[in-house]
Structure formats: structure tokens, C-alpha cells
């Protein structure tokens, strides 16, 4: 912001007793950032550059604190709880992966998929990388299990169909 910081805002907001929720958007990394701008009442924080679905995420979990406590005028133990809950398992879900799959080894093949302009097969997703088909393919099925990616068959002259993975927003692109 050109006249004045993120913290500073929030700061000025929470001085003057302005009762806002404040999702950050910030290409600002650093731990302490982050930790400061939470201290000070920030709801949510995003680093750019984001996936338009961790937007969604972040509006949705205010969507649903909303509903939790601006819906009534008094709150109990139960509501609380339920909502503290409801947050620490979708963090944990969220971050949770299957057994046998690793984060370092997602994100490579998430960003093999972001740097290609076509679908791409297991075959080809293993030898880029330089894990097995077999590791790839698993991979890929846990994407495309979670929405994050197609498959698109490619037929061929004999045997059977390749299947060919591709990123959801490129096929959103090319369909519209």
C-alpha cells in the first residue's frame, strides 16, 4: 500500500476500534510478519502469488465464522468449541497427506504441471522429475482425486488409452 503498511493499517484499525475482519494479501513472507499481522486480529493470511482456491478457502472459513457468531447475540461453550474445531481439522485435513506420499515430491509435480502448456503422463511427469512411473501415477491420481487435475485419454492405434493429466484451470481456459 503506498501511504502506509499492512501492520500499520491494522494496527490504526484496531486503535480506533474498528471491528473488521482482515484476510492479509501479501507478497511479505518473513515469519515475524506473518506472526505480528495474526497477533493484531488478522482473520486469515495469503501469500502471493496464491491459488485462486486458497482464496475461496479463506472466504469460506470467514463465511463460516460469520455464521457462527454474528448470527447470534450470545454464544456458548459448545459454539466455541465447535468452531475452534472445525478450524483445526480443516488445517489438518488441509495439510494431512496419504500414507506413502510426501509434500516435496507434490509440490514438483504440481509445478511440472503449472510449467506445462499440455497434459502430461505419468511417463512423462516420472522422467522430468526422476521418480518412478509407478510414484508418478500415484501422485497424479491424488491430484485428480482432489480436483486439482483432469485426465484427458489419449487413444492411440492399439492397447489401451493413456491416461494424461492436466491442471483444472487449463482446462477451464481451453474450454471457454
Known amino acids: ?6 501492520i500499520q493499517t491494522i494496527k490504526a484499525l484496531r486503535h480506533h476500534n474498528i471491528n473488521v475482519e482482515v484476510i492479509v494479501i501479501s507478497a511479505a513472507e518473513d515469519r515475524e510478519m506473518v ?5 493484531h486480529g488478522a482473520f486469515d493470511y495469503l501469500i502471493k502469488p496464491f491459488k485462486y482456491s486458497r482464496l475461496v478457502e479463506a472466504l469460506n472459513k ?11 447475540d450470545r454464544v456458548d461453550q459448545e459454539m466455541i468449541d465447535l468452531w ?6 480443516a488445517n489438518h485435513k488441509a495439510n494431512a497427506l496419504p500414507k506413502g506420499l510426501n509434500k ?7 509445478n511440472l504441471l503449472e510449467r506445462k502448456n499440455s497434459s502430461i503422463s505419468a511417463d512423462e511427469a516420472a522422467s ?3 521418480i518412478s512411473r509407478v510414484t508418478a501415477r500415484r501422485y497424479l491420481d491424488y491430484l ?3 480436483g486439482a487435475v483432469e485426465i484427458v485419454l489419449q487413444y492411440g492405434t492399439v492397447g489401451r488409452p493413456v491416461n494424461r493429466y492436466q491442471l483444472m484451470r487449463k482446462v477451464n481456459k481451453n474450454s471457454s
Request: proline share 2%; net charge neutral.
Open 128 to 130: 522430468c522429475i526422476g
Open 104 to 110: 516435496q515430491t507434490l509440490q514438483q509435480i504440481t
Open 35 to 39: 506472526r505480528n499481522m495474526m497477533q
Open 62 to 72: 470467514y463465511r463460516d465464522y460469520h455464521f457462527h457468531f454474528y448470527g447470534n
Open 84 to 89: 475452534i474445531n472445525k478450524r483445526s481439522e
Open 144 to 146: 485428480e482425486k482432489g
Open 1 to 6: 500500500m503506498p501511504e502506509q503498511d499492512g
